[in-house]
C-alpha cells in the first residue's frame, strides 16, 4: 500500500523566553494511502501540533516528514502553499468561513483561487454541496447556517481542490453530539466512497469508531498505534 505519509524521529519545541519547551519528542508514524486516524491524546499532548507539522503549517525542529512522497522539509514557501491549496484539504473547529460570502461562495473561493475554470469549479461545488446535504441552502450567508450546516460548508471546501489527504482538528468540538455524529459518519463516508485519507485530532473515545485506526499521544510521544476495535 502506497504511503500518504511518513512522519520519522520527529521532534518540535518552542523557545519560551530562555527556555526550549519540547512538545514533540521523537515521533514516528506511517499513514496509508485511504487510511483514517484519529489522534487522540490529553490537552498538551501535542496532538494539534502533529496535525499542523504534517499538514505544513509549522516546521519541524529535528526529522522528516514526507506527504505523498514529498519532503516537506525541502519545500520552499511557494511549493508548500501550492501542496496546501491542491493536495490537503483542513477542516477546523471554528468553521472559518467568511461572512459577507455565500455557503456556495465560500466553498468556491479555494478552487478560484487556483485558477479553475469557473464552470468546472460551480459543477465540482454543486456536487460536494449535494454529498454534504446543504445544496438547498447554498445561497445563505454562514450566520444563516447553523453549526452542522457551517461544518458541511467547511468540509466540501476542504474538498473542492480534490485533495488526497484531509486533515480535521477537533471538527465536531463546537457541535451538540448529534449533530457531531453526523458530520463523524460524513466523514467515514467521504473516506469510505472517495479513499481520501482522513487525520482527525479528537478528545472523544467515541469518536475514534469512526476511522480506522488510533493514534494516542503522551507528554510529545506516541504511546498507543492500534487498529479500531470492531
Known amino acids: 500500500m502506497k504511503k500518504a505519509i511518513e512522519v520519522k524521529n520527529v521532534y518540535k519545541s518552542f523557545q519560551l523566553a530562555d527556555e526550549a519547551v ?23 499532548s501535542g496532538k494539534s501540533t502533529l496535525l499542523y507539522l504534517m499538514g505544513g503549517l509549522d516546521k519541524v525542529t529535528q526529522g522528516s516528514i514526507r506527504v505523498n512522497g514529498i ?15 491542491k493536495d490537503i484539504g483542513f477542516v477546523f473547529q471554528a468553521y472559518n468561513l467568511i461572512d459577507n460570502l455565500t455557503l456556495e461562495e465560500n466553498i468556491l473561493l479555494p478552487a478560484l483561487l487556483e485558477g479553475k475554470k469557473k464552470k468546472d469549479a460551480v459543477k465540482k461545488a454543486e456536487e460536494l454541496m449535494a454529498t454534504v446535504g446543504i445544496i438547498k441552502r447554498r445561497n445563505h450567508t454562514p450566520k444563516e447556517l447553523s453549526g452542522g450546516e457551517q461544518q458541511r460548508t467547511a468540509i466540501a471546501r476542504a474538498l473542492i481542490n480534490e485533495p488526497s489527504i484531509l486533515f480535521a482538528d477537533e471538527p465536531i468540538g463546537n457541535l451538540d453530539s448529534k449533530t ?12 469510505r466512497q472517495n479513499g481520501i485519507t482522513i487525520l482527525m485530532v479528537t478528545h472523544s473515545e467515541e469518536s475514534t469508531r469512526y476511522g480506522k485506526r488510533v493514534i494516542r499521544l503522551k507528554d510529545g510521544e506516541v504511546v498507543v498505534a492500534s487498529p479500531v476495535a470492531v
Open 71 to 85: 519532503e516537506m522539509q525541502g519545500l520552499d514557501d511557494e511549493a508548500e502553499s501550492r501542496m496546501r491549496r
Open 22 to 44: 519540547e512538545v514533540l519528542k521523537n515521533v514516528n508514524l506511517e499513514v496509508e494511502q485511504g487510511d483514517f486516524i484519529s489522534i487522540m491524546g490529553p490537552s498538551g
Open 180 to 191: 457531531g455524529n453526523e458530520i463523524l459518519e460524513l466523514l467515514r463516508q467521504i473516506n
